[in-house]
């Protein structure tokens, strides 16, 4: 009888630790405040596993600057439980509460497009129920960068237009903007020497030209003239 109850009670002792780990790893902490000066990540608790039951997660990232922008780039492994997004979701809101506007409500596994915040923060907020989890979602964070630093105005009869970096690979989230400038009699020639965009078609980069300039965006070529 002895040996019964000192053998439940082992058994006992060894299982309690399990479920409380268990225990703990649904509970895992998540969400908080951001400071968008360095680039950074957001996941989801145990992704690319499976995110646990019962999340309420909640993030703010704020720019240091007021007139700054953010953008986030969500990777494109995302997995969120579909449903109509009623019981798992991500909410991105304009702001820093969940008063702000609406930007996006996502779920399913096709990752949202990149969101651009219209002021220096964004609200973030995933939630899931007790059943049907995913692997989540991975997005990286960055200030919108306006392109300022790359726009440029051309006055000279001939010149050469290339995009940040050439010939390596251009920056991300830029919109850079080439105004060329005539006399009202002039016409206006371009002519690619080398061309290498993305090409998802004609949503992550392009170059399109019009009567005011010529503007290098953020897939293949677009012609506006």
Sequence with gaps: MDLLLWLSGCLLACVLPSVRAAEEGASEPCGGYLDASQ??????????LEYPPHQNCRWVITAPEPLQRIVLNFNPHFEIEKLDCRYDYVEIHDGNSENADLL??????IAPAPIISSGP???????????????????RYEIYKTGSDCSRNFTSPSGLIESPGFP???PHNLECSFIIIVPPSMD?????????LENDPCRA?????????????????????
Excluded: M
């Design 39 to 48: 680039a950074g990540y957001i996941t989801t608790p145990g992704y690319p």
């Design 104 to 109: 996006g409500k996502h779920c399913s596994n």
């Design 121 to 139: 923060s964004l609200h973030i907020k995933f939630v899931s129920d007790y059943a049907h989890q995913g692997a989540g979602f991975s997005l």
């Design 168 to 170: 390596d690979k251009y």
């Design 188 to 196: 206006v020639t371009l002519s690619f020497l080398t061309f290498d």
């Design 205 to 225: 980069a392009r170059a399109t030209a019009s009567t005011t300039g010529w503007k290098f965006g953020t897939d293949c070529l677009e012609w506006a003239l």
